[in-house]
């Protein structure tokens, strides 16, 4: 799976990247109640100009993302200077408010992530086959600690487990999130040419982590 999207990174087939800020990110960051200064998780964070947008709400983040090619790319939007080090297993890049951990998102530990708070997915979730969304949401619960909020940007189309991006229903996201987490609806978007519709949830880490 990660030798796949890595051959799409240097292939540059990336139609999932957006070239602005996702609009709901910013409809609906706000109401989630995330306290100033939060560290923020966004898995398989590609180049995301989410991350610029939540690193100017104050918030730091924490990027992890397998390709290099995708996190070269996202320094490359800026002068800013960059630090780099290695941690874990993970190289890692900084630059200003945002933390980039290159590797493999399931090598990520509790000890790693002690100080995140709240979360952002915006098409990783979409990017796993049926039998590694159950590891993903498994190990997300894992990363976060009880309260932690996040806001997760979903897709679902009429192609089955045709994919990369897959259809993840709604029905799919309560099996695989609500022992770990409260989910509410926020919106549906509208079909887009391909069909796809995106959905938009927020959610909060319930109880002790497991």
Same mark, same amino acid.
């Given at each position: ?39 923020? !998780? $966004? +898995?398989?964070?590609? #180049?995301? &100009? ?5 690193? %100017?709400? /104050? ?83 894992? !990363? $976060? +600690?009880?309260?932690? #909020?996040? &806001? ?5 189309? %009429?192609? /089955? ?50």
């Amino acid at each position: 799976m990660s030798d796949q999207w890595r051959k799409r990174w240097q292939e540059g087939r990336i139609g999932f990247h957006l070239q602005q800020t996702h609009p709901a990110l910013q409809r609906h960051w706000g109401s989630l109640g995330v306290t100033d200064r939060t560290k923020v !998780l $966004v +898995p398989l964070c590609g #180049k995301s &100009l989410d991350m610029r947008w939540l690193a %100017d709400q /104050g918030h730091p983040v924490l990027g992890i993302e397998f390709a290099p090619e995708a996190i070269e790319q996202f320094l490359a939007q800026r002068s800013t200077p960059v630090s780099r080090y290695r941690q874990a297993g993970f190289t890692i890049s900084r630059q200003g408010n945002v933390e980039l951990w290159c590797g493999d998102f399931f090598h990520l530990h509790i000890q790693h992530a002690a100080e995140i708070g709240a979360f952002y997915d915006r098409a990783s979730l979409i990017a796993l086959p049926p039998a590694t969304r159950q590891r993903y949401a498994f190990h997300l619960a894992q !990363l $976060v +600690p009880p309260g932690a #909020k996040g &806001l997760l940007i979903s897709l679902a189309h %009429d192609e /089955g487990d045709a994919g990369p991006p897959y259809s993840v229903t709604a029905d799919e996201l309560d099996n695989l999130f609500s022992a770990n987490f409260a989910l509410t609806f926020l919106e549906e978007g509208s079909p887009d040419e391909r069909g796809y519709i995106e959905s938009v949830w927020a959610l909060e880490r319930r109880g002790p982590r497991l």
